[in-house]
């Protein structure tokens, strides 16, 4: 079963967190390889994560990630 782009872009946080199932790792795997775009789409994320990674380095305060945990489970999708 074919793959569209806008499936692989979303999926691409779960793959980049290695959370992904098995199944879900190869078939990006393998879309990434085919599809340019994609992989353009997958190398920028990975470098803001690894800038995210270097610039974040300070202990988030217990409150503020409750305050962000909230906003994120009140938000309407």
Do not use: K, N, W
Not at 18 to 47: K, M
Not at 48 to 69: F, G, H, K, N, T
């Amino acid at each position: 079963m074919a793959h569209s782009c806008d499936d692989i872009c979303r999926d691409l946080h779960l793959y980049l967190d290695g959370e992904a199932t098995v199944t879900s790792r190869t078939v990006i795997t393998v879309h990434l390889e085919d599809c340019p775009s994609c992989a353009e789409a997958f190398h920028f994320e990975s470098q803001v994560r690894m800038v995210v990674a270097r610039c974040c380095c300070e202990p988030v305060p217990d409150s503020l990630r409750v305050r962000v945990l909230r906003a994120i489970y009140t938000a309407d999708p």
